[in-house]
């Protein structure tokens, strides 16, 4: 079945630690998103790829970073300059081009900062 | 900058009643599209519907369907029938038409539906 992929579901960490989030898709798209979800808010953008080797800043790309090195994979990883990093994290993808493509979002990775 | 308001945190409604959730947004473009997604418990985020901002007619999806003002800039979300399986978060976002396709989000209303 063709989708995407979030591992793992649930994510613990101290602070001060490094930590990558997995995002995987099989759809063949070229674009791909990352976005965080807080409570009372809604989604917010942290990095978008729309192709392998090339990766833009978000709204809110302080204390994270990704890479693009192959057109299925777009891992995100929150390093310990980011002050706040509990939340939701939310992995999307796409086709690319300026005519609509509709995103397609994983299942999601919770991180906790203990 | 566009912005994505919506104005209820909550709303409730009983089995096989109408809901109606509001979205207003804020864009200087012409060329846009709107959409509403659903986050139900599981978190999945799953497209309910969307509306390119050139068609004057509204978007309907089964028992989902838009009222789309463009003068307004409003764009609501009517469900019909409600059913259990419809308590969920609501998105409303939006797109602009050209360049990246960035997705513009709205803080979410949460439907409850009660037997």
């Known amino acids: 079945d063709g989708g995407i992929t979030q591992s793992p579901k649930y994510l613990f960490r101290k602070e001060g630690q490094n930590v990558t989030l997995s995002c995987e898709q099989n759809?063949?798209?070229?674009?791909m998103y990352w976005y965080r979800q807080d409570p009372g808010q809604g989604l917010r953008l942290i990095y978008y790829?729309?192709?392998?080797?090339?990766?833009q800043k978000g709204d809110i790309a302080e204390g994270y970073s990704v890479s693009r090195e192959k057109k299925e994979s777009f891992p995100l990883t929150v390093t310990s300059a980011q002050k706040n990093p509990t939340a939701f994290y939310l992995c999307?993808?796409?086709?690319?081009?300026?005519?609509?493509?509709?995103?397609?979002f994983g299942p999601g990775t919770r991180l906790t900062v203990l | 900058a566009q912005t994505v308001t919506q104005s209820q945190p909550e709303m409730s409604v009983q089995e096989a009643e109408t809901v109606t959730l509001s979205c207003t947004y804020d864009?200087?473009?012409?060329?846009?599209?709107l959409f509403w997604y659903k986050q139900p418990p599981s978190r999945q985020m799953i497209l309910v519907i969307r509306?390119?901002?050139?068609?004057?007619q509204n978007a309907t999806e089964n028992r989902f369907s838009v009222n789309f003002q463009k003068a307004a800039k409003s764009f609501s979300l009517k469900i019909s029938d409600s059913q259990l399986g419809d308590a969920a978060m609501y998105f409303c976002?939006?797109?602009?038409?050209?360049?990246?396709?960035?997705?513009?989000f709205g803080t979410g209303t949460r439907l409850l539906v009660s037997p």
């Open positions: 999307a993808s796409s086709l690319a081009g300026a005519s609509y493509n509709e995103q397609f």
């Open positions: 759809l063949n798209h070229d674009a």
């Open positions: 790829s729309q192709i392998v080797n090339d990766f």
């Open positions: 864009t200087s473009e012409s060329d846009y599209y």
């Open positions: 509306q390119e901002a050139y068609k004057q």
């Open positions: 976002a939006y797109r602009s038409g050209t360049g990246f396709q960035k997705l513009v």
